[in-house]
């Protein structure tokens, strides 16, 4: 089958031929009907040879639907034919965090070498997926399949921040949320469909950014610049926001983030940037928290394609076709991409 392969350190990746993967015992064999284009894979790409965790080549893809197209042996619960979001987090399966459905916490990844599909294992921009077992499936149950793999990750790691700080989130308060890409956009629509804060403002530094925000329901949208912090605070009457969301995580939002969140607030770093956030009396407000969340759980999947089913989020995709997957990957890294690029490996 065709995979889009990081091969070489420091390369672009490319569309190569792969064998074609076959269903072990109580595994599933998806044929991808899409597969969303996370930053993380361009951060991914661009870490030292020596910093990577897993051996070359990867196939890229962390965000998948698809449809069964076998069951190994013992393989129950699913279907052939059956349409599927796939949870893409992998945990040892046994542990409490797992148990809870929370294996994008197991605390026994890196110590069993366990790789989730397109961060290290074989990923979802291919014909085809390897599922280890049907308990990383959620039928999809009519959900449009383009639009609901940016669910699995863009759609459900700000579901999961979110709900995390809805305790701050009381009418009155105001939520913030740098960056307005893949994870940015939903996570505005999150923050309007689950709590009742007053104000969502959204900062990018691109004017067709700022946009979206607004039509995905952001109160104001405005330039992520060196006024930002303050425009914050003239938006809040001085007190600044109750929580910030930074889908972005460099120095530069991280320090806004800093100066615009409000006594008691919170910083939720979503974002791969590499930035660092001082926490220390003087570098923040006293009482502020900060927590660097990482994707959702299981269960949390669940959740947002129920919110999805409801009608209540618009997930904006642009769409390629495999062979034009390079083309995907040159729009994201040139911001470019208004929503998620969702690659359709069998369109
Ligand atoms: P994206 O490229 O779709 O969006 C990034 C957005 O940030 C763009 O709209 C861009 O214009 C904007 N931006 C860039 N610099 C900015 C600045 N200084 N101020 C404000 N906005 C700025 O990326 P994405 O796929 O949405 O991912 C966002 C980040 O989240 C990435 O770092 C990614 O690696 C990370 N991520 C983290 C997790 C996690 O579990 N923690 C999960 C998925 C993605
Ligand atoms: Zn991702
Ligand atoms: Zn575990």
Redesign the pocket.
Known sequence: MKAFQYHTHGEPPALRTVPDPEPGPGQVLLRVDAAGV???DE?IMHQPADRLWFPLPLTLGHEAVGTVAALGEGASGVSVGQQVAVYGARGCGTCRSCALGRENYCPHTERLGILSPGLGGPGAIAEYLLVEDTRYLVPLDGLDPVRSAPLT??GL?PYHAVKRVLHQLVPGSTAVA???????HMGIQLLRALSPATQVLA????EE?LELARSCGAHHALR?DEHAARAVRALTDGLGADVVLD????D??LKAAARMVAKEGEVTV????GGRLGMAAGRVPYGVTSSV???GTLPELTEVLALARSGVLDVHVETFGLEEAPLAYER?RA?K?NGRAVILPNG
Not at 247 to 250: A, K, L, Y
Request: glycine content about 22%; some cysteine.
């Open positions: 996370c930053h993380s951060v990750d863009a790691t740098i960056g307005v890409g893949g994870l940015g900062l990018d530094i691109a950014k992520s889908f972005v995580g460099s530069v939002t979503v974002g791969l940037g969340p990482y994707w994201l911001g991409i």
